[in-house]
């Protein structure tokens, strides 16, 4: 794979912004009551889809390391032919699909969204949502970045 320009780099105040904004996310995430294991989810999610490496390793390895397990991680892809996710979580993956194909399906289905302010309050859903938008952002720095994987070897 060639070696890129990282578009994170050289842009710092920019670059800080975006992780300003995860942040604010996840403070919003915890006072909503949104469940960290559910937000690895979406994050894993959103990644296989954009096929963002760096990301898919980031978050696996912050999933299991809230206590996740691996099945559910091995199977995400396939999460609407298992019985291994809650009510929300299938919310959730549901519309981190049709988010992350807007360019395709050009909105979030109703039935999607139906189900996902069923199931979520209105807090909770604008949280799930912030976090689809962030961990989309942040695939679409690391993937044209050729982004390198971290050495886990240690």
């Known amino acids: 794979m ?10 710092p105040g920019i670059y800080q912004a975006m992780a300003h904004l995860q942040g604010e ?8 009551g949104v469940d960290g294991k559910l937000l690895e ?4 999610r959103t990644s296989q889809i954009n096929g963002c ?7 696996t390895h912050d999933a299991i390391g809230m206590g996740e ?3 559910r991680i091995f199977v995400l892809e ?5 019985e291994l996710y809650t009510e929300q979580e299938r919310a959730a993956l549901a519309l981190t699909e049709s988010m992350t194909r807007i360019a395709d399906t050009k909105d979030v289905p109703e039935d999607v969204y139906a189900e996902a302010v069923r199931v979520f309050t209105e807090e909770q859903y604008r949280v799930v949502a912030w976090a ?11 993937v044209p970045s050729h982004s390198p994987l971290p050495d886990r070897s240690a």
């Not at 060639?2 to 842009?11: D, E, L, N, Q, Y």
């Not at 996310?25 to 909503?32: L, M, Q, S, T």
């Not at 989810?41 to 894993?44: A, E, N, P, S, Y």
């Open 132 to 142: 689809i938008i962030t961990i989309n952002s942040w695939n679409r720095i690391a």
């Open 53 to 59: 490496a760096f990301c898919l390793d980031m978050h």
């Open 69 to 71: 397990s691996p099945r």
């Open 41 to 44: 989810l979406v994050k894993i």
């Open 25 to 32: 996310v996840d403070k919003a995430a915890a006072n909503a």
């Open 78 to 82: 396939a999460w609407r032919e298992a």
């Open 2 to 11: 060639t070696t890129r320009i990282a578009i994170g780099r050289g842009v």
